[in-house]
């Protein structure tokens, strides 16, 4: 097991060092930069303001430079828009608000998706049963973006009972819609998973063999069923978490809870190339971990995996 | 001894006269099951009514998508309303142009992006899993490497990248949705290749001195059709969701031309002021094509896959 999880952190290296690279290569392609602006800076002060950014230096020393900061420092260089703030401080102001809705949102998904699954299989054609069916076809429909107006409209417009955005350091009244617009996609897709994989586990021979000897039906559940039912939902937490970073630009936006999400589109639209590096870095490192972290619960789950 | 007799010569032709039964093949079963699928079949003829309209429906357009209706700008709660009188049947968006227009062209933006993004997985996907399948060993190895770095990549965020990085167009955004959509593709492709290699008509093909590239072409890729069908139909819906995230953040097409998502944005903002309409046509069209699009994709599994029911 410890070999297999080494393997697996040193296997990130590489992956972690292509997108720096190809995400440091594909800002430096761009046509255009933060510094164009419809008022022409004399050459002068504009050649002044890339040597103060170091965007005079051959592209490997910017590059070299840039990576040996994130390694040695985790220092992931100045803004190219805030004159008095570089991309940590970004990160640092944005980061806890959008783990604390993500994470949030992640527990919530998972465990309702996975309760009314496994209440939906157990239960097998009642009312439980179709309503997470339904659930499960329905929030394919129902992504973060569709869900936020339709909350807004519903809880702040007619019913006026939750504030329509804002953070207010975490208030509960402030972090209920961004959740429910996060996780409700996912909740759905997590049940319809949990469902069709117990109600396959449910009519397998060894489930079959613990009814027949006699075990009652709580501990057929939970002794023998549960672990076979979970496999392939584990192996879905890893898009979930994904979904739950990217639908974080969305509710920073539309929420204006002052997320991570929030720097990144504004950066994409001034192109601040240094924060939408950083941000990129930092979710695409945090996909590989998560991606790493499901792989080893899915190796602790199932007992035919060999490492 | 085989005399002309007419005797034997009726017999042969009652022998020979029953026609052979046809035998069915794989794609006429599935059709079958396709077409007693309801559900499915309910989506079609949906889905088909929308294209219908898309196609159709600026005929009945009086206005374009870029006019503004200088006249009704001046209070699009009170003037703006959905009215078929002054041709303007969805209402008026907040800059006062019409909303049916837009709306048409934003519904065929995203079912062009569903249907190019799936093409591009599909043609770019299937190469790549064949060859890396087919070929197997070093090049394999290294090929597939490639796809799970980028695969550990979040591709929202990628395709912000490049349409921020090459600006937005809709070649851009074409490219950009088919970056990240033949990936998973690569690898259905390659695990369903890794079998069929193994199997024996493969090796008689290859005992009979067929060429590799023959294998593939008549044999292997016929094979896969199946699979490869079914995940690019499931893949639809999901290039225009992600088509629409995109959109909904204002990264996506540039006006005057919009997509639903845009549109579902405008209008998610403006609906504080009572003009739900702009919200809710966009979303009625979205969440339609959406939802018929995952029921005739499941419809497509069940009808080709007929292990998996």
């Known amino acids: 097991m410890f070999a297999y999880i080494v393997k697996r952190l040193l296997g990130a290296i590489p992956t972690l060092l292509f997108l720096v690279v190809a995400a440091f290569f594909m800002m430096h392609m761009a046509p255009g930069g933060p510094f164009t602006s419809e008022r022409k800076l004399p050459p002068e002060v504009l050649a002044n303001i890339e040597a103060q950014y170091g965007l005079d230096q051959p592209l490997w020393k910017q590059l070299w430079d840039y990576v040996t900061g994130i390694v ?6 100045p803004s190219f828009r805030y004159k008095d ?15 604390t809705y993500g994470t949030l949102s992640f527990i919530v998904a998972t465990l309702i998706g996975v309760s009314l699954g ?31 107006p339709i909350l807004i409209l519903t809880f702040t417009l007619w ?15 402030y972090l209920i819609m961004p959740v429910i617009a996060l996780s409700t996609s996912y909740m759905g897709n997590i049940a319809r998973l949990t469902r069709s994989s117990m109600l396959e586990v449910l009519n397998s021979n060894f489930i079959r063999t613990a009814r027949a000897k006699g075990l009652p039906a709580r501990s057929v559940i939970w002794r023998h069923a549960m672990k076979p039912t979970l496999l392939p939902v584990i192996s879905y937490l890893g898009p979930v978490f994904v979904y739950v970073l990217t639908g974080s630009v969305f509710v920073d936006l539309y929420f204006s809870t002052g997320g991570l999400g929030q720097s990144y589109v504004n950066s994409a639209l001034t192109r601040d190339y240094a924060v939408l590096l950083g941000v990129t870095i930092l979710y695409g490192a945090l996909t590989i971990f998560v991606n790493l972290l499901t792989d080893l619960a899915y190796a602790w789950f199932d007992p035919k995996m060999r490492y | ?43 079609v003829f949906v889905l088909g009514l929308i294209v219908v309209f898309v196609v159709f429906g600026p005929l009945l357009a009086q206005w374009s998508n870029e006019e503004i209706d200088w006249s009704r700008m001046g209070d699009i709660v009170r003037d703006g309303r959905p009215n078929i009188e002054n041709g303007h049947y969805f209402g008026l968006d907040e800059l006062g142009r019409d909303l049916y227009a837009r709306v048409i062209q934003a519904t065929r933006t995203s079912l062009l992006v569903g249907l190019i993004g799936a093409a591009m997985a599909l043609i770019l996907g299937t190469a790549y899993g064949v060859i890396a399948g087919f070929y197997g060993g070093r090049l394999d190895a290294g090929m597939m490497r490639f796809v799970d770095i980028l695969l550990a990549i979040p591709t929202t965020l990628i395709i912000i990248l490049i349409l921020v990085v090459a600006g937005r167009s809709f070649i851009t955004l074409f490219i950009a949705l088919g970056a990240v959509s033949w990936l998973t593709m690569s690898r259905i492709v390659r695990a369903q290749t890794l079998t069929l290699k193994t199997r024996e008509f493969i090796e008689a ?3 009979g001195g067929v060429s590799e590239g023959a294998i ?43 997509s639903l998502g845009r549109l579902i944005a405008e209008g998610a903002g403006t609906m504080a002021y009572g003009t739900l309409w702009q919200l809710l046509f966009p979303l009625f069209f979205y969440v339609t094509i959406i939802i018929t699009m995952f029921f005739i994709g499941d419809g497509l599994r069940d009808a080709l896959d007929p292990k998996d029911r």
């Open chain 1, 72 to 77: 040695l420092h985790f220092d992931f260089g």
């Open chain 1, 85 to 99: 703030r570089d991309v940590n401080d970004i990160i640092a102001q944005g980061f806890p608000i959008s783990l």
């Open chain 1, 118 to 148: 496994i209440a939906a299989a157990i239960r097998h054609n009642s009312w439980i049963d179709y309503f997470a069916v339904s659930l499960g076809i329905v929030a394919q429909a129902l992504p973060n973006f569709i869900m936020g």
């Open chain 1, 159 to 173: 019913l006026g009972w939750l504030p329509g955005g804002g953070w207010n350091g975490g208030q509960w009244q």
């Open chain 2, 1 to 43: 001894m085989f005399g002309k007799s007419d005797k034997a010569a009726d017999l042969a032709g009652e022998v020979t006269d029953h026609t052979a039964i046809q035998g069915r093949s794989l794609w006429r079963d599935a059709l079958d099951r396709f077409l007693r699928n309801k559900a499915a079949m309910a989506c």
């Open chain 2, 205 to 207: 093909a290859r005992a």
């Open chain 2, 216 to 258: 593939i072409v008549r044999h292997i890729l016929p094979n896969l059709l199946g699979v490869v069908i079914v995940y690019a139909s499931l893949l639809v819906p999901e290039m225009i969701l992600a088509e629409s995230f995109i959109s909904f953040l204002g990264l996506g097409i540039a006006e005057p031309n919009t």
